[in-house]
Every structure is written in C-alpha cells, then in structure tokens.
C-alpha cells in the first residue's frame, strides 16, 4: 500500500468507483488466499491420494492453515477499518 497519509488522501478525494476499485485491489489479494486455504481444508475432509501425500509430507498442516486464515481475514478487516477512518 502506499503511504498511509497519501492513501487517506486519495481516498477522501476518490470517486465512488475508484474508490471501490482501490478498495478491492487493497483487499483482493488475502481474500483469495483465505480462499485457497479454506478450499484446501474442506478437500482435507476426505482427502484424494495427491491431497494425502501433501498431508503425510507436512506440505499441509491445517492448524498452520487455520492461522494464516485468521491472519488474512484480520488484514482485511485492518483495510477496511483504514478506509472507514480515512473518510470520517
């Protein structure tokens, strides 16, 4: 993100749809992530053999998964509470 003073500059001054826009491009990126993790977690329900393997090797932990989860979401709820106190 860039300067956080620049940023709330822009986005006191932002149209509607650029702000919209700013606000997804800040937040899209962990969103998806959390995404990817918590779709991997549900395939761990009743996992295929490639899924297994990753399992078995450590590649996937789901307590690591979990965390990296809440992490993200409390990134995004970070982005979204800055843009909130940038427009009061």
């Known amino acids: 993100m860039p300067d956080s ?3 709330r500059e822009w986005i006191r001054n932002a149209e509607k749809s650029a702000l919209i ?3 997804h491009q800040h937040m899209q990126p962990g969103l998806s992530r959390a995404q990817e993790l918590a779709n991997l977690l549900w395939l761990m329900t009743n996992p295929s053999p490639a ?3 990753r399992i078995d090797s450590g ?4 307590e690591d998964m ?3 989860i809440g992490e ?3 990134q ?3 982005i979204l509470e800055f843009y909130k106190s940038a427009l009061e």
């Open 5 to 7: 003073d620049e940023l």
């Open 21 to 23: 826009a700013g606000l």
């Open 51 to 53: 899924i297994r393997r």
């Open 59 to 62: 590649e996937l932990v789901p």
């Open 66 to 68: 979990l965390n990296e």
């Open 72 to 74: 993200l979401i409390e």
């Open 76 to 78: 995004a709820f970070a």
